[in-house]
């Protein structure tokens, strides 16, 4: 079965600090991976999309990492905002169906 | 239109009460899912629609649940005999799904369905 896991579950950071969400899958074969974030009472956003082929790709402060062969993902965020504050969300698409497998999110507080 | 629309935004029902839920999809997006999202839950798949297709029902979680979709247009979600369980966000996505592409999904901002 395709499962995808987020950790940690919640996570609180002072403003300006780093922190890295990591996400594990089992999804295969394995399409893509999209980092989601959700600002409390919206729809999620997408942050950054990773392919097979690719290794690292960064979006302002925020890098997300792939590493294919260990199934894990990672999103680091730089220097962390009060507007960080939400839920970052992975979600795998799988190559055959095309379907999605969204984990529970993580949910980062940044506080002053 | 420029975003995913859905309404209402928010629905205080009864129990037993049937509800509906609208959602417009952005113009030119063939692919539209629903999905619930309990109160500090994740994401739920409840249904999906790709153009024509028939739609995989798999994740509506009881014969209370129901979807349409005309073509590629609005689709509704309807709850029948409502239950206090049923409350949640329930968000609506669309996709311009085309060979290939990568299959960003554009979320609604929900409606908040709450079930006295």
């Known amino acids: 079965k395709n499962q995808v896991e987020q950790s940690p579950q919640s996570l609180i950071i002072l403003e300006g600090k780093n922190c890295t969400l990591q996400c594990n899958y089992t999804v295969s074969p394995f399409s893509n991976l999209r980092w989601y974030k959700q600002d409390t009472g919206r729809g999620p956003v997408s942050l950054t999309i990773m392919t097979f082929s690719e290794n690292t790709k960064s979006n302002g402060r925020y890098t997300a990492t792939l590493d294919a062969d260990t199934k894990q993902s990672s999103l680091h965020i730089t220097a962390s905002q009060l507007s960080d504050s939400a839920s970052y969300i992975c979600v795998v698409r799988d190559g055959t169906a095309s379907k999605l497998t969204f984990g529970t999110g993580t949910r980062l507080q940044v506080t002053l | 239109g420029a975003g995913v629309s859905q309404s209402p935004s928010n629905k205080v029902t009864e129990k037993g009460k049937d509800v509906e839920l609208r959602c417009d999809p952005i113009?030119?997006?063939?692919?539209l899912y629903w999905y619930r999202q309990r109160l500090g839950q994740g994401l739920e798949f409840l249904i999906y629609f790709q153009g024509n297709s028939a739609p995989d029902k798999s994740g509506l979680p009881s014969d209370r649940f129901s979807a349409e979709r005309t073509g590629e247009s609005v689709s509704t979600l309807t709850i029948q005999r409502t239950q206090q369980e049923d409350s949640a966000v329930y968000l609506c996505?669309?996709?311009?799904?085309?060979?290939?592409?990568?299959?960003?999904?554009?979320f609604g901002e929900g409606s908040r369905l709450t079930v006295l």
């Open positions: 996505a669309s996709s311009l799904r085309r060979e290939g592409g990568s299959g960003e999904l554009f």
């Open positions: 113009s030119g997006h063939t692919a």
